[in-house]
Nanobody
Framework: VQLQASGGGLVQAGGSLRLSCVAS????????MGWYRQAPGKQRELVAL???????SYEDSVKGRFSISKDNANNTMYLQMDSLKPEDTAIYYC???????WGQGTQVTVSS
C-alpha cells in the first residue's frame, strides 16, 4: 500500500491550497479515507474523512473551510483548503481510516 500526498506549499493567510493523494495497492472506492495533519509539537490528528459512499466529516476547526473529495476512477483523493490560517500549518498526510502505514506527507505553511 502506498499513499503519496502532494500539493503543499507556502501560502499567506486567507489563501487556498489543494492537496492530492494518489493511492496504489488499495482502492479508494472501497475504503474509508482520511486527511491527517501534524503540527510541530502536537499529535497527529484527523482533519477530514470521506466514507465509501462519499459521506464526509471534518474536524471542527476546518469545517466550512476544507473540503475532502475523491476520484475513484483515478484512485485519488483531494483536500481543498480555503481561508487558510496560520494554525493550519502542519505536515498533511493521507491515509486510510483507520490509518495504516504512513507516507511522507506534504508540508503546508501559512504565513500571517
Amino acid at each position: 500500500v502506498q499513499l503519496q500526498a502532494s500539493g503543499g506549499g507556502l501560502v499567506q493567510a486567507g489563501g487556498s491550497l489543494r492537496l492530492s493523494c494518489v493511492a496504489s495497492g488499495i482502492s479508494t472506492e472501497i475504503n474509508n479515507m482520511g486527511w491527517y495533519r501534524q503540527a510541530p509539537g502536537k499529535q497527529r490528528e484527523l482533519v477530514a474523512l470521506i466514507g465509501v459512499g462519499g459521506t464526509t466529516s471534518y474536524e471542527d476547526s476546518v469545517k466550512g473551510r476544507f473540503s475532502i473529495s475523491k476520484d475513484n476512477a483515478n484512485n485519488t483523493m483531494y483536500l481543498q483548503m480555503d481561508s487558510l490560517k496560520p494554525e493550519d500549518t502542519a505536515i498533511y498526510y493521507c491515509n486510510l481510516f483507520p490509518a495504516r502505514v504512513w507516507g511522507q506527507g506534504t508540508q503546508v505553511t501559512v504565513s500571517s
